[in-house]
C-alpha cells in the first residue's frame, strides 16, 4: 500500500525529509568517487546507482490553497529545486470539497501523492488506515525540524503513538468584547466559564438586546473559545 507524507508547516522540509537528500549531500558522494581509484568496488557502484536515482527524483504533492497561497507555493518550490539539483516537485491544487475523496480514490488504486496538505480531522482516519508515514519513525531529523514549531500545532500531527506529518501553518482566534455594551447588559466582564457564557447569554435576552437566536450565537462562539 502506498502511503503519503502529510503536512498540516514547513513544505520546504517536508519534501526534503521524504526525498532524504540535499545539494550537501549529492555533492558529497560526488567528491567521494572523484577521489577514488577508477575500479570501483560493489559498494562505490550501490552508492552511484543510488545517487543517480536521488538526482533523477519527481516528489508529488497534492493541496488546497487560495491563490495567493499557490502563488506563493511555487516560490517556494523554485526555491527547494534550486537547492536540491535533481528533485522535482510536482504540485497539484485541488478544491477542498472534492480533495478528500480524491486522495482515498487515488490510494485504493494504488497511486496517490507522495505528500500532502490535509484537514487535521483527516489525520487520524489516514493514520488508523496505515495510508500515512510514521514520520517519526521514519525521518532522522524529524525531532530536530519539530523544534522550530509551536506544540500546539505540532499535536495536531499525533495519533496513539506517534506524529504522521509536520504542521504547515497555524492562526489563532480570540474574543472581542464591548464593554460600553456589557455594561449596558449589566454585565461587567466577559465570560470565564461556560455557565458564565449562557448567563450571560439569557440576560441579553432578557434586557431585550439580543434575540434568543443571536444570544446563543455569541454564547456559542464564547463557549468555543473557553474550549480551546
Same mark, same amino acid.
Given at each position: 500500500?502506498?502511503?503519503?507524507?502529510?503536512?498540516?508547516?514547513?513544505?520546504?522540509?517536508?519534501?526534503?525529509?521524504?526525498?532524504?537528500?540535499?545539494?550537501?549531500?549529492?555533492?558529497?558522494?560526488?567528491?567521494?568517487?572523484?577521489?577514488?581509484?577508477?575500479?570501483?568496488?560493489?559498494?562505490?557502484?550501490?552508492?552511484?546507482?543510488?545517487?543517480?536515482?536521488?538526482?533523477?527524483?519527481?516528489?508529488?504533492?497534492?493541496?488546497?490553497?487560495?491563490?495567493?497561497?499557490?502563488?506563493?507555493?511555487?516560490?517556494?518550490?523554485?526555491?527547494?529545486?534550486?537547492?536540491?539539483?535533481?528533485?522535482?516537485?510536482?504540485?497539484?491544487?485541488?478544491?477542498?470539497?472534492?480533495? +478528500?475523496? =480524491?486522495?482515498?480514490?487515488? /490510494?485504493? &488504486?494504488?497511486?496517490?501523492?507522495?505528500? !500532502?496538505?490535509?484537514?487535521? %480531522?483527516?489525520?487520524?482516519?489516514?493514520?488508523?488506515?496505515?495510508?500515512?508515514?510514521?514520520?517519526?519513525?521514519?525521518?532522522?531529523?524529524?525531532?530536530?525540524?519539530?523544534?522550530?514549531?509551536?506544540?500546539?500545532?505540532?499535536?495536531?500531527?499525533?495519533?496513539?503513538?506517534?506524529?504522521?506529518?509536520?504542521?504547515?501553518?497555524?492562526?489563532?482566534?480570540?474574543?472581542?468584547?464591548?464593554?460600553?455594551?456589557?455594561?449596558?447588559?449589566?454585565?461587567?466582564?466577559?465570560?470565564?466559564?461556560?455557565?458564565?457564557?449562557? +448567563?450571560? =447569554?439569557?440576560?441579553?435576552? /432578557?434586557? &431585550?438586546?439580543?434575540?434568543?437566536?443571536? !444570544?446563543?450565537?455569541?454564547? %456559542?462562539?464564547?463557549?468555543?473559545?473557553?474550549?480551546?
Amino acid at each position: 500500500m502506498k502511503r503519503i507524507i502529510v503536512t498540516l508547516m514547513i513544505t520546504c522540509l517536508t519534501v526534503a525529509g521524504f526525498s532524504g537528500c540535499s545539494q550537501d549531500n549529492i555533492q558529497e558522494t560526488s567528491n567521494e568517487s572523484a577521489t577514488k581509484a577508477p575500479k570501483e568496488t560493489k559498494a562505490q557502484e550501490t552508492d552511484n546507482e543510488e545517487t543517480a536515482e536521488i538526482e533523477d527524483s519527481v516528489v508529488t504533492y497534492w493541496y488546497t490553497m487560495s491563490d495567493a497561497e499557490a502563488a506563493q507555493l511555487k516560490t517556494v518550490i523554485a526555491a527547494f529545486e534550486e537547492a536540491n539539483p535533481g528533485i522535482t516537485v510536482e504540485a497539484t491544487k485541488y478544491a477542498y470539497d472534492d480533495f +478528500k475523496s =480524491a486522495i482515498i480514490t487515488s /490510494l485504493s &488504486g494504488g497511486s496517490g501523492p507522495d505528500t !500532502a496538505r490535509v484537514d487535521i %480531522a483527516w489525520v487520524s482516519q489516514f493514520a488508523e488506515d496505515e495510508t500515512l508515514l510514521k514520520l517519526s519513525d521514519e525521518m532522522a531529523n524529524f525531532y530536530e525540524i519539530t523544534n522550530t514549531v509551536f506544540e500546539g500545532p505540532l499535536s495536531t500531527t499525533y495519533w496513539k503513538d506517534g506524529y504522521y506529518g509536520h504542521p504547515q501553518n497555524t492562526n489563532t482566534q480570540g474574543l472581542l468584547w464591548n464593554r460600553e455594551l456589557f455594561e449596558a447588559a449589566g454585565l461587567d466582564a466577559a465570560p470565564t466559564t461556560m455557565d458564565g457564557a449562557i +448567563k450571560n =447569554a439569557f440576560q441579553r435576552i /432578557l434586557n &431585550g438586546d439580543q434575540t434568543v437566536q443571536e !444570544a446563543l450565537d455569541q454564547a %456559542a462562539v464564547e463557549i468555543n473559545e473557553l474550549l480551546k
